[in-house]
């Protein structure tokens, strides 16, 4: 009995173990700005970034919900888009202040919904001078065999866009220091 609990545990870690190590396609965004890594690190470790990026684009994003936490890890979040009620709800797996790095994994919504298994969030503030920086967004994800023919992958546009927003918010309001 023992061996066949051992047999079942085993075909069922190496199968959620394959799932997870799925080759993962990415999509990245690179955008320098001139402002101190420590600052703009500020504005994405907590939730400041998806604040600002949902005031600033209102007309792609109706909501901001806070389902559970602060900003860090184990916070999850729900953007609801404009037009049409299409959501994203993601949980936040690490914020690393030292290497400013913060990943969330999507939950439901997104590519999730339209065939892909896997979606990661990850951003990555890399310190280029003491006055700058570039903001990485890429977003990691795996599409289910039966849908790689329609090519689901997720929009990176978004996270670009919020790259562009806060390169804008910080440095005007460097200047205005």
């Known amino acids: 009995m023992l061996k066949q609990v051992s047999l079942i545990f085993f075909l069922i870690f190496s199968s959620y173990m394959r799932a997870e190590s799925q080759d993962l396609k990415h999509l990245t965004n ?31 994003i109706q909501n901001v919900q806070v389902l559970e936490g602060d900003g860090g890890v184990g916070t999850m979040l729900k953007l609801t888009f404009a037009p049409g009620n299409l959501s ?12 400013k790095v913060k990943v969330a994994k999507g939950l439901e919504g997104g590519c999730l919904a339209i065939g892909c298994s896997v979606q990661i969030v990850r951003f990555d503030i890399v310190e280029k001078t003491s006055d700058s920086c570039i903001i990485k967004s890429d977003i990691a994800y795996a ?6 023919a329609n090519d689901p992958k997720p929009n990176i546009q978004l996270l670009a866009a919020a790259a562009q927003i806060a390169k804008r918010f910080l440095e005007s309001s460097k200047n205005d220091a």
């Open 30 to 60: 690179e955008l320098e700005v001139n402002v101190a890594a420590s600052r703009v690190w500020e504005l994405y470790r907590h939730l400041g970034i998806s604040m600002l990026t949902a005031q600033q684009l209102k007309n792609v």
């Open 88 to 99: 994203y709800t993601e949980r936040f797996i690490e914020v690393n202040d030292e290497k």
């Open 143 to 148: 599409v289910k065999e039966e849908f790689e």
